[in-house]
């Protein structure tokens, strides 16, 4: 296993295994057809911060990521967000239907929260300095201590950015207790909660 910066090389491998963890660590092709279109959200961010992202790698093939986003704000990342998927997307009737169902609530879900109207708005960021972090392992490779070796990594480079603080919003699954809490095993505290509609 070897974790490594990021390379642009890895960019198809990192928005695939996004796609296939994408839905609470399930697949997105039960909701969504287009890979490309998803991505668009993950983009920005390894457009803005290909510095700070952390591959994990077994026998040349890319199984995990963790990006870190510095300062991460909602709004002015959720803005940026919009225009991409706006400019990317073009003629939105080329859409399959469940793409156009999809996107149009995603897009909807941004705007509340850029206006103010969305629970997210109330989940509290620090202050000072701090990470946040998006962090995928394919489903294949999980429960190896792969997730585990990519937050000691940030960690590390945390460190010697004298950064503090690192965030990253979890989804409470009742149903996925069996599996142990895995941040708070790895030294993470609940430091904000809302309820969401998932």
Known sequence: MIIRKYKKEDKKALEQIHFDTGFFGDSMKEIIDNVDLYSLKMDYFLDRN???????EENKKVCGYL???????????????????????????????????????????????????????????????????????????RGQGIGKKLLDSLEAMAKREKINNICAVAFDRRHDLRKGDFWRKNGFEEYSRIKTGF
Not at 91 to 118: E, H, M
Not at 121 to 137: A, G, Q
């Open 67 to 141: 990006i870190a986003c510095k300062n991460y704000s909602l709004v002015r990342d959720g803005l940026y967000i919009i225009w991409k998927i706006i400019f990317k997307i073009g003629n939105i009737f080329k859409l399959t239907k469940r793409d156009t169902v999809y996107w149009w609530d995603q897009f909807k879900n941004v705007l509340r929260s850029i206006l103010g109207f969305s629970n997210e708005d109330h989940l509290k960021m620090p202050r000072e300095d701090f990470y946040y972090i998006h962090m995928n392992v394919h489903y294949d490779f």
């Open 50 to 56: 290909p510095d700070s992202i952390i591959v994990a």
